[in-house]
């Protein structure tokens, strides 16, 4: 198994509440990825960082932020959450010389 | 832009038969990634091809590599209800380690 933890695993919320969704890996990969995907459906790549410091928005257009202080730890925000923010959101790092990622099992958030 | 086709979206099959997923890219990709994702759960990574031609097994999992490295498939043998999920093939962005996605194969077993 991967050493990729998400917190928390479900959130439920109300509109315009701040939240953070964490995402930490112990495997030293300086690549991580924040992707949202709704059930059954594809995965959309909204966030990534390749090391400390690097953060890139993905092809998705998002309201979310993240950082990238230290190696292990990608965290992202939402400011002010919506009800069309309700979704799957997965972590994921990758070695980077392989291209394999390594997914968290995801934080489901509904947003009421 | 660069764009990954999978298809079929479904396949409802009675356990026992064969499964096959295709993905087409519009590029030439430098490796093909492939991931399973059990429903309610997260994609895990199955393999990964990278020479032109290639064919991989594991167990009743057949992976294939198109000669022009633009094609990939899956074929499962004999499907079984641990086989249920969505399939997803992905390749590398031309420029950067992001991945581009397919939009995945539901693997569906008829009751």
């Known amino acids: 198994e991967a050493d990729i933890y998400q917190t928390p695993r479900y959130l439920v919320i109300g509109t315009g509440k701040k939240i953070t969704l964490e995402c930490s890996q112990t495997?030293?990969?300086?690549?991580m990825y924040w992707y949202q995907q709704d059930p059954g459906m594809e995965l959309h790549l909204i966030h990534y960082s390749y090391g400390v410091n690097s953060t890139e928005k993905g092809d998705l257009s998002s309201e979310s932020t993240v950082s990238r202080i230290r190696t292990e730890h990608f965290p992202l925000t939402l400011e002010s959450a919506r009800p069309s923010h309700t979704s799957q959101y997965l972590c994921?790092?990758?070695?980077?010389?392989?291209?394999?990622?390594?997914f968290g099992e995801g934080s489901r958030l509904t947003v009421l | 832009g660069q764009q990954v086709m999978q298809i079929p979206q479904y396949q409802h099959v009675q356990e026992g038969e064969d499964f096959t997923t295709y993905c087409n890219s519009s590029?030439?990709?430098?490796?093909i990634q492939w991931y399973k994702q059990r429903p309610g759960g997260h994609p895990v990574f199955l393999i990964q091809?990278?020479?032109s031609g290639e064919v991989k097994k594991q167990k009743r999992l057949t992976f294939q590599f198109g000669e022009a490295k633009k094609n990939s498939s899956l074929h499962i043998t004999a499907t079984q209800t641990t086989d249920v999920g969505t399939y997803f093939c992905a390749g590398p962005k031309d420029s950067n380690y992001q991945l581009i996605w397919g939009a995945g194969t539901k693997l569906i077993i008829k009751p």
């Open positions: 590029t030439t990709l430098s490796n």
């Open positions: 091809l990278v020479k």
């Open positions: 994921a790092s990758s070695p980077g010389n392989t291209g394999e990622l390594f």
């Open positions: 495997m030293g990969h300086d690549k």
